[in-house]
């Protein structure tokens, strides 16, 4: 089967198999973070890179000119890599991570990252994990199937009970329309209009306007539309 295209379905942890991620995050300093905290600020330098062991993450990028403010880009969970882009490139970083959840992550320094062990143990998962990212991001990017665009980020939410909260209309997940809107590019009339049809339930007033999935797996199935495959979640 080819590879899935999307970070949220296919981690660094999916590809080195679940026995050489413990072996690869085994001695390495780990930290717990409650949620809504700063994890990394885009523009800083950045001297490590963080393995996520635990909990769902939201990466924000804030751009230039006409697009100069904050807009969330996707989320991140339990077996992906973050700060790695700075500790390759120039060592500041790009975005800016905040946990949404209760989290852990292992430490890993930027030499060791670079380094020869490294790269000749995990250093093919790591280019085609790296590569996923771009590849997803890309096609989140691209006008066109708005439903799947919107699954594919919200996807990774259904796996944590913490961002995803059962009711009886549905699954209520922790996040806003705005959020969403940003993250894509879609008008909010024309969110309203996806969001108000199945697999979403619509968004309860006076809570935030959070979103609520009447239908995980017709989520999970909109969101494979654009090749990601996702496991069974929420």
Not at 25 to 48: F, K, N, Y
Not at 133 to 142: G, K, P, T
Not at 144 to 169: F, I, K, M, S, W
Not at 204 to 219: C, H, I
């Amino acid at each position: 089967m080819p590879p899935a295209l999307f970070g949220p379905s296919r981690t660094f942890l999916d590809i080195v198999t679940p026995e050489r991620w413990k072996a690869l995050v085994a001695g390495l300093d780990r930290i717990r973070l409650p949620a809504h905290r700063s994890l990394m600020r885009q523009g800083t330098v950045g001297a490590q890179v963080m393995f996520v062991l635990n909990g769902v993450l939201r990466v924000d990028q804030i751009g230039g000119g006409s697009e100069d403010r904050w807009r969330l880009r996707n989320f991140r969970r339990c077996g992906d890599v973050l700060g790695d882009l700075a500790v390759l490139g120039s060592g500041v970083r790009t975005a800016s991570v905040t946990t949404c959840t209760e989290c852990e992550v292992a430490l890993m320094p930027g030499e060791l990252f670079r380094g020869a062990d490294f790269r000749s143990e995990y250093g093919l998962e790591l280019a085609e994990y790296i590569a996923g990212r771009e590849r997803e991001a890309q096609m989140l990017s691209r006008p066109g199937d708005d439903l799947a665009r919107v699954a594919c980020v919200l996807v990774p939410l259904l796996g944590d009970r913490r961002t995803a909260e059962q009711a009886a209309d549905g699954i209520r997940l922790k996040v806003s329309r705005k959020d969403i809107a940003g993250c894509l590019g879609i008008g909010p009339r024309a969110l309203r209009r996806i969001t108000a049809e199945l697999p979403f339930g619509g968004t309860p007033e006076g809570r935030r306007k959070l979103l609520v999935v009447a239908d995980p797996a017709g989520l999970r199935a909109a969101a494979e539309r654009l090749g990601g495959r996702y496991p069974q979640v929420g």
